[in-house]
């Protein structure tokens, strides 16, 4: 993946942190007190310092067993990728030599307290030294802040950085000769032809390192930062920290849109609303348009109702008496009353000589087709002294509300 080219380095050395251009070489002072937010497109120099470096020879050529080699190496020094989101650990080809790669590996192996009052927002994350092409074959010593950081060079590619801290000058030089004979011997160094001080002239160190040494040693300024490498590394918190924010985004644009949906849903309840007024004013309109014609209607229907029965065959009752007769059995059944009660309902009550008389007519009532626009509710017959009684009633099942 092609990185995207950034503007700005947050960069560190003895006097302290500072905002340089990459194109320009402007600097700008930081001062942590204000946590400055980081200009557009900025990457954060990682100080070496708050990283480990691990150069290695691996077996292969293949980047999947490169990355399982360099994790296991890598947990060997302490370094846990999975203890957080972030990606503390990187590495970088620096020669491949037949069958054989040799890698630097770097690692964030603490939290990064660098990171606690600073700015936080940047779009990449670099070892400081990978801003520096190094000196062909040489050791070269810088500060970063307080402390001395020692860098050692494979042709014109970092093989290894060293962090050494606030030591005293007269201690370099034993600390570079100890590194140099540890990396001499797993072949990460063959050639070791200059030392380079990226400091002003200091006296002192001077006689430190070319009294151990015949190696000639020059003093230079320290270049200006180039085009930063392939690192893929950002500390936990800030991965974290982007996590975080990603859900509160979603959570304000959840709310935004809840927040919406629920005044979509009141203005469409108010326009309802509104729609249903309009709608009852017109009806009320209507109905006051339509009153007098509707009382003529009305007065003529209840007529009719009224007189329905003695002209509705359906309705008159001496016709559904003589129905309900029609259904008797020739003998052993009388009934004893028969009831038309509001126009509407039908009762029957009689008795039979027989239980099968009861049922001969019950079976009728419910099968008679000039009686089908009664519902009947039949009770069971009901033996009394000699007899069986039987009692029937019939609603009209189009019953109007004149008539209810």
Excluded at 170 to 193: F, N, R, V, Y
Aim: aromatic letters at 10%; glycine letters at 6%; a negative charge.
């Amino acid at each position: 993946m092609k990185r995207e080219q950034s503007d700005w380095a947050y960069l560190n050395d003895r006097s302290g942190r500072y905002w340089y251009h990459l194109k320009d070489g402007n600097r700008i002072a930081v001062d942590s007190s204000d946590n400055p937010r980081a200009p557009q497109r900025a990457i954060y120099a990682i100080p070496t310092n708050d990283l480990v470096s691990h150069p290695h020879w691996i077996s292969s050529k293949d980047e999947g067993i490169i990355s399982e080699v360099v994790a296991v190496e890598n947990e060997k020094l302490g370094v846990k990728p999975e203890l957080g989101p972030g990606r503390i650990a990187d590495w970088r080809t620096v020669e491949t030599n037949g069958s054989r790669t040799l890698v630097q590996s770097v690692a964030i192996p603490w939290n990064f307290e660098g990171l606690v009052d600073g700015p936080t927002e940047f779009v990449d994350f670099l070892p400081q030294y990978s801003l520096y092409p190094p000196p062909e074959n040489a050791v070269v010593i810088w500060r970063e802040n307080n402390g001395w950081v020692v860098g050692y060079s494979r042709g014109k590619q970092w093989a290894h950085v060293q962090p050494l801290g606030n030591v005293d000058v007269s201690s370099l030089a034993g600390e570079i000769e100890l590194t140099l004979m540890e990396l001499s011997a797993k072949e990460i160094i063959e050639k070791h032809e200059r030392t380079i001080v990226w400091e002003p002239d200091e006296t002192e160190l001077l006689e430190s390192l070319t009294s151990s040494s015949d190696v000639p040693v020059a003093f230079r300024p320290r270049p200006s930062p180039a085009a930063p490498g392939d690192w893929d590394l950002e500390p936990h918190e800030i991965t974290q920290r982007k996590i975080e924010k990603a859900k509160q985004r979603r959570g304000i644009w959840i709310g935004i849109l809840a927040c919406f949906f629920v005044m979509l849903l009141v203005a469409a309840a108010f326009l309802h609303i509104r729609l249903l007024e309009s709608e009852n004013r017109s009806l009320e309109k209507k109905i006051a348009a339509n009153r007098e014609d509707a009382d003529r209607i009305e007065l003529a229907q209840e007529q009719w109702y009224t007189l329905s029965p003695a002209v509705d065959p359906q309705r008159n009752p001496i016709e559904l008496f003589h129905r309900v007769s029609t259904l008797l059995p020739e003998k052993g059944f009388r009934l004893t009353e028969f009831q038309y009660q509001g126009y509407r309902t039908l009762l029957i009550e009689g008795e039979g000589a027989s239980m099968a008389n009861a049922l001969q007519i019950k079976g009728a009532l419910e099968k008679a087709e000039n009686l089908t626009d009664y519902e009947w509710e039949i009770g069971p017959p009901r033996t009394k002294n000699d007899l069986i009684e039987f009692d029937a009633s019939g609603v009209y099942k189009f019953a109007t509300q004149t008539d209810q």
